[in-house]
């Protein structure tokens, strides 16, 4: 290996780093989402109604940033949009331990929502522009994620259950300072700069990327709307907050083999097989959370719906960034993940006080249904199931 390999390597693993490290700054909330309803509903007496909103906000403030931020990164450097962007989230986290009414949770939740969803954006969109096989690196964020969430989620049971929400969000603080430092492996230029790899077709008609992103988040609404409330899932299957923390500990060990899976597999069978075991994995891990009341089967449900998620998330995001390779449809489609996210607890909120939990399954279905209609759509037309991209050298 020459020199200038061993330098282009190097500086290709170090980007590839600070790209997780803006992902999982950027998309913390959506993992320890569950205990921050269960922390609010304890803590400030809320609601599950209004405890999902709360969460609704931030998501929504997440999503609306990462859409906003796309013609942003065209001009301005990766590195320079996430240094402000953590300072903002980092503020907002740590302000909102000492929140002491709906509005004012609500309120610096959606300014953590504005930094985070700057990060979110643009770690999808760096990978989209500067990496070979986005799908590979996306499948390399999954294993990042389910390693690191073993540890959130068992400390986050942990101090959500003593100190309630408080607690959840003090983690989240703690989180974003001690990563913030690697946010300078991002590239210090513009996005413009040119390093992307030449697109193997032609970019995509603004009909069939809008066709991509409702699948996308539709996908995300229909299979996560149950996720949210795992927590009172749990205790209606006979588990305290505790429990299901651990419970989702284990999920998340196990859920490495779905990363794991989708990493080594990449576009080996293609997006469409592997998509459509993702939507009828959700249809049975949803029917099985809302409608079973067994310890034993709730269990089983989650470890199986962390195993899916974990697997599904490089193939859908891969999907946008096939797009084109200007990495804009990336950064978009992490928009739509969160406005899939972003509509969860509030849909799943309304339904469980309107029709309870037969009514949420019935919805999460339909909602399944739909999106997998519209992502073999896409799929078909973009005829991605034949050849995968040149493998990620770093």
Request: charged share 10%; net charge neutral; hydrophobic share 55%.
């Amino acid at each position: 290996m020459t020199e200038s390999t061993q330098s282009l390597s190097k500086s290709s693993a170090l980007l590839v780093v600070g790209a997780i490290t803006a992902q999982v700054i950027g998309g913390l909330v959506t993992q320890v989402a569950p205990f921050m309803i269960s922390g609010l509903m304890e803590g400030l007496s809320l609601s599950e109604r209004d405890a999902g909103l709360v969460v609704s906000v931030e998501l929504l403030a997440l999503a609306a940033t990462a859409i906003a931020v796309v013609p942003v990164l065209q001009w301005v450097s990766y590195r320079r949009v996430c240094l402000v962007a953590v300072l903002l989230a980092a503020f907002a986290q740590a302000t909102s331990i000492f929140s002491t009414s709906l509005a004012e949770v609500a309120m610096t939740r959606a300014l953590a929502g504005i930094g985070a969803g700057a990060l979110y954006a643009t770690s999808l969109a760096v990978v989209a522009a500067r990496c070979n096989n986005p799908d590979r690196v996306y499948g390399y964020f999954q294993v990042v994620w389910a390693v690191g969430s073993i540890a959130i989620f068992t400390v986050g049971g942990e101090l959500t259950a003593a100190f309630a929400q408080r607690g959840i969000f003090a983690l989240m603080a703690g989180l974003t300072l001690v990563l913030a430092p690697l946010l300078m492996f991002l590239p210090g230029i513009r996005a413009s700069g040119g390093e992307a790899p030449a697109s193997p077709q032609a970019p995509a008609s603004p009909a069939l990327g809008i066709l991509t992103l409702l699948a996308i988040g539709l996908c995300l609404l229909g299979g996560g709307a149950v996720y949210g409330f795992v927590g009172q899932l749990g205790e209606r299957a006979g588990l305290d907050t505790g429990a299901v923390g651990y419970v989702l500990t284990i999920a998340t060990l196990c859920g490495l083999a779905g990363a794991g899976a989708a990493t080594a597999l990449n576009l080996k069978w293609g997006r469409m097989v592997p998509i459509s075991g993702v939507f009828l994995g959700y249809i049975l891990v949803v029917a099985v959370l809302c409608l079973a009341h067994n310890p034993t089967a709730f269990v089983a449900a989650v470890i199986a719906y962390v195993v899916i998620y974990y697997f599904s998330i490089p193939y859908l995001f891969g999907l946008a960034a096939a797009l084109d390779r200007t990495g804009r449809w990336a950064a978009a489609a992490g928009s739509a993940f969160l406005l899939g996210c972003a509509a969860c607890p509030l849909f799943a909120g309304s339904l469980i006080a309107g029709t309870g939990y037969v009514g949420l399954a019935a919805a999460c279905i339909a909602v399944l249904l739909i999106a997998w209609a519209l992502a073999a759509l896409a799929c078909r037309r973009l005829r991605l199931d034949t050849t995968p991209l040149a493998d990620y050298q770093h």
